[in-house]
């Protein structure tokens, strides 16, 4: 029987909020990180793309990390992994001070009804637990077909980011181009529809 996989959970749910973690061993390596990585597609390409980089996704549901590690560990890859985790909540367990070279907020979940804007990911606290995990000259790169939810996050990063990370276009400003080679599956979506994409990278002062 095949096994049921869902396809939104609610992080706010008391049973998202409360839970033992395992976090990641850092290889030393350049680390990369992908919040809210589903199947994993993008740390497999990513990993191809960059293979001597270590490429770790987080992911609320636990049934896709799994997948993730067992695939990882069947092909040998030992610079891919993926930890069961809620980022609003366990960022800070996860990662030391300065480990982390670069945060990928690739399309996270729209949550449109406006009562549902609490369960977004991008938040004041989250900025505020990325920038701590970054190493310095560290990056933020978020990346979303949805205009106010990109603009939404822009806000966040905006007022909650400065003086310590920096919008690399300039202050409220989205990037015309992905300057990254490896894209998400939603990526590869909306790019073959031809829908646009709203992006932008934050960095960490030196
Ligand atoms: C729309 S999918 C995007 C998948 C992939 N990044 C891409 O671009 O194709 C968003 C993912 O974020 C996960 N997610 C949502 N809230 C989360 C949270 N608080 N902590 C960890 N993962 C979360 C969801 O389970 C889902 O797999």
């Given at each position: ?118 369960r977004r990911i991008v938040s004041p606290a989250l900025v505020a637990d990325l920038i701590s995990c970054l190493r310095s000259g560290g990056e933020i790169f978020f990346q979303s ?62």
């Amino acid at each position: 029987m095949s096994k049921r996989i869902r396809h939104h959970v609610n992080p706010l749910s008391m049973s998202y909020l409360d839970f033992e973690i395992s976090p990641p061993e850092l290889s030393g390596h350049f680390t990369e990180v992908e919040i809210g990585c589903a199947e994993g597609e993008f740390l497999f390409e990513r990993y191809g793309d960059c293979p001597d980089h270590q490429v770790i996704g987080l992911e609320i549901r636990r049934s896709l990390v799994d997948e993730i590690n067992d695939k990882s560990r069947n092909f040998g890859l030992k610079g891919i992994s993926a930890v069961f985790c809620n980022v609003n909540t366990h960022m800070t367990e996860l990662f030391p001070a300065g480990s982390v070279d670069r945060f990928f907020v690739n399309f996270p979940d729209p949550w449109f009804k406006k009562d549902h804007h609490k369960r977004r990911i991008v938040s004041p606290a989250l900025v505020a637990d990325l920038i701590s995990c970054l190493r310095s000259g560290g990056e933020i790169f978020f990346q979303s077909d949805i205009f106010d939810l990109a603009m939404d996050a822009m806000a966040v990063f905006e007022e909650n980011g400065p003086p310590q990370i920096r919008n690399v276009s300039g202050e409220w400003s989205f990037m015309k181009e992905n300057p990254f080679k490896t894209m998400s599956r939603r990526e590869r979506f909306v790019t073959e529809e031809g829908l646009r994409v709203w992006r932008m990278l934050y960095r960490l002062s030196c």
